[in-house]
């Protein structure tokens, strides 16, 4: 139980480009889904927190009209990174929850901005 | 943003010894979780820890939840190759909806 899907797993595009990633728990409904970003060799970074129908809460230094995250459902997120740029180049990491319960992970997306 | 001490860093150890990592806060949690992250990959729950002093475990894994409520403890039994990856503590209070992610020890096998 408790699995997380994330699409796609890769992304290689030019900059200025938006980028659409998706974050879906397959089995179970999830209350709260967050986004975070990993550098190579770190730990994962929050960058937001969204709640189902309504607006997600953003970390500090982290620009919510860069990452938009949308979450329709109880089952769906995403994470749109508009106008992309090198710097926006990452593995970008989405995961969901139940109320109290553990946060499961997604894949991660290889983001590559060229 | 905060991040817990996780220690050590990294480890190599050779296939069939045991190893032991914590993960170390200023603060106190209620809830304290041990996720394993393979390269390109996403973390996964391996262990979720709910009262001070629990000690939980799942196969070679043993985890405890120190009795303070400010570290946890992890041991992995007789390691195998595939237990190399990285290693995250994760604490988090009820009522909260940030989870505080360790920084990772990063384990290698050597067969």
């Known amino acids: 139980g408790a699995v997380v899907s994330q699409h796609p797993s890769r992304v290689i595009c030019k900059s200025g480009t938006s980028v659409k990633i998706e974050c879906r728990s397959l089995?179970?409904?999830?209350?709260?889904m967050f986004w975070y970003r990993q550098f190579p060799k770190q730990s994962l970074m929050l960058m937001a927190t969204s709640n189902e129908g309504s607006k997600a809460t953003y970390e500090q230094g982290v620009e919510k009209d860069k990452f938009l995250i949308n979450h329709a459902s109880l089952t769906l997120s995403t994470l749109t990174v508009t106008s992309a740029h090198p710097e926006d180049s990452s593995f970008y990491i989405c995961?969901?929850?139940?109320?109290?319960?553990?946060?499961?992970f997604g894949d991660g997306t290889r983001l590559s901005i060229l | 943003g905060q991040q817990l001490n996780q220690s050590p860093q990294s480890m190599f150890i050779q296939e069939g010894e045991d190893v032991s990592m914590n993960c170390t806060s200023s603060s106190i949690f209620n809830t304290w979780l041990w996720y394993k992250q393979d390269p390109g990959e996403g973390p996964v729950l391996l262990i979720a820890?709910?009262?001070?002093?629990e000690l939980t475990s799942n196969g070679r894994l043993t985890a405890q939840f120190g009795i303070t409520r400010k570290d946890s403890f992890l041991n992995i039994s007789a390691s195998i190759p595939s237990d190399v990856g990285i290693y995250f503590c994760?604490?988090?209070?009820?009522?909260?909806?940030?989870?505080?992610f360790g920084t990772g020890t990063r384990l290698k096998v050597l067969a």
């Open positions: 995961s969901a929850r139940l109320t109290d319960q553990p946060q499961h």
């Open positions: 089995d179970f409904q999830a209350t709260t």
């Open positions: 994760a604490g988090h209070n009820s009522g909260t909806y940030k989870y505080i």
């Open positions: 820890l709910y009262k001070a002093g």
